[in-house]
């Protein structure tokens, strides 16, 4: 049987964060006593809902349906997701007043690397006007304009366009568009960047508490990071090269396996003495799981390793069941049994004078 490298193989080099939403605080359920207790809406610009303000003095709004004197002026309205969710209006009546709301990036974006944008937003019930756009904007340090609350005029790298074909009354969409990252990236900024004359607007038929202004709801804002292998590069080596734990994402930066090789991992933990995964090895692990489940044809031969510390027929017994715990885990994901088998060696195949490195797993695949 022709043995295949993982995931076709491809050279990665990409940070992976196990679908990892990158945005603090998305859906804006962490905040100060003011946000989560006052009847007051202002609180976005007050700093009080965590990792999430307003760039100039405009007054984005904070909502929490746990308040119970809550004064919304654009009608009912309740939160995605939780019991949060932020508003701001976009156009209205003022000569170019503007609301943004301003949130934080877990850890700098990586230049040159694809990311998913999504958030859910919609229109309030007594917004008289529905803008056809929602900009975002990302930059590496904070957008601040505390003088006037006007256009930034700033130009967004992400457009969310045609929303009036898109919102229905009062309900929430998800919106979804990629992201290139220039790099550094650590905050992103939401609103209208687009002037007075040159917002596209729709005037809405509002029979009841109608106001003059687009007004927009916001929640559940995510960023995440896209999987995307790139040429297949070969090394020689049986060896998979991580970065140390950094922000919990994991570089993969070199990866290549020739026919007839193996993928070593010895970033794979177990709590000491058992079979127990901790929860580090689980974004290794669904680095690989990803890899199979773009190639459902192939197979996966686990084998568990010790290193020569302790009784040889105890260590025999524990790589098995560490290779068992492994393969368990990829069933849970979705991996079909036949798919997978499971041998434990022990401390008989060193591979070297470390005990960390002989303290490992690895994987070897082949086609059905």
């Known amino acids: 049987m022709?043995?295949?490298?993982?995931i076709s193989f491809f050279l990665f080099s990409w940070n992976f964060s196990v679908a990892q939403n990158l945005?603090?605080?998305?859906?804006?359920?962490?905040?100060?006593?003011?946000?989560?207790?006052?009847?007051?809406?202002d609180n976005l610009k007050e700093n009080q809902v965590k990792s999430w303000t307003s760039p100039n003095i405009g007054s984005p709004d904070y909502f929490n349906t746990t308040t119970e004197k809550l004064i919304n002026a654009y009608g009912q309205a309740k939160s995605h997701t939780g019991n949060a969710f932020a508003g701001a209006v976009l156009y209205g009546e003022k000569k170019e007043y503007r609301e943004y709301i301003m949130g934080e990036i877990n850890i700098p974006l990586a230049s040159g690397k694809k990311y998913n944008f999504s958030m859910a937003i919609a229109l309030a019930e007594y917004a008289g006007i529905a803008t056809e756009e929602i900009g975002v904007y990302f930059s590496k340090t904070k957008v601040a304009d505390k003088k006037t609350a006007l256009n930034l005029k700033l130009k967004p790298q992400v457009r969310i366009d045609s929303l009036s074909k898109k919102m229905t009354d009062g309900n929430w969409i998800i919106v979804s568009y990629s992201y290139i990252a220039k790099g550094g990236e650590?905050?992103?900024?939401?609103?209208?960047?687009?002037?007075?004359?040159?917002?596209?607007?729709?005037?809405?038929?509002?029979?009841?508490?109608k106001?003059?202004?687009?007004?927009?709801?916001?929640?559940?804002?995510?960023?995440?990071?896209?999987?995307e292998p790139t040429k297949i590069t070969p090394i020689?080596?049986?060896k998979l090269l991580i970065s140390p734990f950094l922000e919990n994402e994991y570089t993969w930066d070199t990866l290549?396996?020739?026919?007839?090789?193996?993928?070593?991992?010895?970033?794979?933990?177990?709590?000491?003495?058992?079979?127990?995964?901790?929860?580090?090895s689980f974004l290794v692990l669904d680095v690989i799981f990803m890899g199979m489940k773009n190639q459902p044809n192939l197979k996966v031969q686990i084998n568990g390793f010790t290193d020569e510390d302790g009784d040889s027929n105890?260590?025999?017994?524990?790589?098995q069941e560490r290779a068992?715990?492994?393969?368990?885990?990829?069933?849970?994901?979705?991996?079909?049994?036949?798919?997978?088998?499971?041998n434990g060696f022990g401390n008989t195949k060193p591979i070297g004078t470390d005990k960390n490195i002989n303290r490992r797993v690895e994987f070897i695949f082949s086609d059905r």
Do not use: C, M, W
């Open 236 to 238: 020689a080596a049986d």
């Open 314 to 319: 105890y260590n025999l017994q524990l790589s």
């Open 324 to 342: 068992n715990a492994v393969a368990n885990y990829f069933k849970s994901k979705g991996t079909e049994s036949e798919n997978i088998s499971t």
């Open 23 to 41: 945005i603090l605080n998305p859906g804006f359920e962490e905040h100060g006593e003011i946000a989560g207790n006052s009847p007051n809406k």
């Open 2 to 6: 022709k043995h295949a490298s993982l």
């Open 256 to 280: 290549g396996i020739v026919d007839n090789k193996k993928l070593v991992v010895n970033k794979i933990y177990f709590e000491e003495g058992k079979s127990t995964l901790t929860a580090v």
């Open 211 to 227: 106001l003059p202004n687009s007004y927009y709801y916001f929640d559940d804002v995510s960023l995440i990071a896209v999987f």
């Open 186 to 209: 650590k905050y992103i900024t939401i609103g209208n960047f687009k002037t007075d004359n040159t917002t596209q607007h729709v005037d809405r038929n509002v029979t009841k508490g």
